[in-house]
């Protein structure tokens, strides 16, 4: 994937809602979003399923693989680096947590994509250092139950600083404000509730699209 292209990298994150109890319904929902969201021309997608056993991951990625597999589409696994690799995703998202991106680069396979999330200009620095592909900035804008936003004026800041490595920002944006963060020179913008419903997906890539 050609994280540098001038076209707007387009990111959903699944919402974390699927369970043992609940996966048979929770993976039939999650596979129509990923088809509609391939269909539509989303460019990564990330399986953010923390709930969920190894075992019950790994084959809800091979379901998503096998939708993505013909299209130009990515996957990546929330921190399991191990289950990105096995079940055939193109990469991994890493957590503050997550086994260091240097050590995937040692042993993975080239070309396998590492994202990061990041919430501080420090940390965007140690990821690049670090050897990822791109970090999710977050969050952007105010977001429940997730801190003070960093705002506009502090993103268009950062991503100077560190130009020309890939920035997505994340954290409530949507149809409304997504141009304002491209506008801040971000790479693209992750989303989850704006993603995750079909007709709001639909009328953002629709507008996405269209610049």
């Known amino acids: 994937m050609n994280l540098a292209s001038k076209k707007p990298i387009t990111y959903l994150i699944t919402r974390g809602e699927a369970n043992s109890e609940n996966?048979?319904?929770?993976k039939g929902q999650i596979l129509d979003i990923i088809s509609l969201a391939v269909d539509e021309g989303v460019s990564m997608i990330q399986i953010r399923e923390k709930e969920l056993s190894a075992n019950l991951l790994c084959a809800l990625t091979e379901s998503v693989v096998a939708i993505t597999r013909q299209s130009p589409t990515k996957v990546l696994v929330n921190d399991r680096a191990d289950i990105a690799?096995?079940?055939?995703?193109?990469?991994?998202?890493?957590?503050?947590?997550?086994?260091?991106?240097k050590v995937i680069r040692d042993v993975f396979p080239e070309?396998?994509?590492i994202g990061s999330s990041a919430h501080s200009l420090e940390d965007?620095?140690?990821?690049?250092?670090?050897?990822?592909?791109f970090v999710v900035l977050a969050p952007v804008y105010r977001t429940p139950g997730k801190g003070e936003p960093i705002g506009l004026e502090r993103?268009?800041?950062?991503?100077?600083?560190?130009?020309?490595?890939?920035?997505?920002a994340l954290g409530g944006v949507d149809?409304?404000?997504?141009?304002?963060v491209l506008s801040a020179g971000a790479s693209g913008f992750a989303a989850i509730r704006a993603m995750n419903d079909p007709e709001r997906l639909r009328e953002l890539m629709r507008n996405v699209r269209s610049q």
């Not at 993103?155 to 997505?168: S, V």
Request: charged letters at 15%.
């Open 155 to 168: 993103l268009t800041k950062m991503i100077k600083t560190t130009a020309p490595f890939p920035i997505l």
């Open 124 to 133: 965007i620095n140690a990821a690049i250092e670090d050897g990822v592909d």
């Open 85 to 101: 690799l096995a079940c055939g995703a193109d990469g991994v998202h890493l957590t503050a947590d997550s086994i260091p991106a």
């Open 23 to 26: 996966f048979a319904s929770a």
């Open 111 to 113: 070309g396998f994509l």
């Open 175 to 180: 149809i409304t404000n997504y141009d304002d």
